[in-house]
């Protein structure tokens, strides 16, 4: 586990300039209502399982990953609810979205994401400010949910301010634990700037913890 989240974090840190584009959210139904989604849940289970990750026929810069997922939760637990891939028409230049989950999951008992923990992040109101790379554009609440081994075990709702202020804390305390300080010593002897790992890892904090280390 260790070694996998190292790979991951040298993974972004390495192309963090290459990616430096906003991208197109993923998708997330909750309590009856469809939001964007700042989290790629299906991100780890295709890099254990590259054969499974769709190709998709139109490179795109705001869609690196290049897919879309939707997901649910639903009675308490996350399903992969779609996943579409853009694909050139014949017959003239104008794209389409075209789904395929039965291709990545042909087996719908698989759609249970029992698999999975991490912390999903939904923003919410409006865009106070935008940033051309990743998920980073900010706005005006955030909600997060925590999802264990696929079931959603705790829900934070945050104004901006306090989600900052929590992304702060939450790198805190990830910096008392053994993952960390093992991440922070190999990108050093890699001859990463100290005060770049620690501003890097606190902005993207979210995808490096998969439960909640304070509370609020």
Known sequence: MKKYLFTIIQILLLNSIVLATAQIPNK?????????????PLENYFKLHPDKKPETERAMT??????????E????????????????KDDDNKPEWKSVLVEVFPDKDSLYMDWYSGLL????????SYVHMGYASEYEEYTIV???????EKRKDFLHKEYVEFKERQFEEF?????????????????RDPEYIKEYITNYIIEYTNKFFVDF
């Open 28 to 40: 997330l139904i909750y309590e009856g209502e469809s939001y964007k989604l700042f989290t790629n």
């Open 62 to 71: 705001s869609l690196w990953r290049g897919y879309v997922a939707t997901f």
């Open 73 to 88: 939760i639903k009675d308490n637990k996350l399903f992969v609810y779609d996943i579409e891939i853009q694909v050139q």
């Open 121 to 128: 992040v939904i923003p919410r109101g409006e865009m106070i």
């Open 146 to 152: 925590q999802i264990s081994n696929g079931v959603a």
């Open 175 to 191: 910096q008392k634990t053994d993952e960390y300080k093992e991440i922070f010593d190999r990108l050093v002897k890699d001859g």
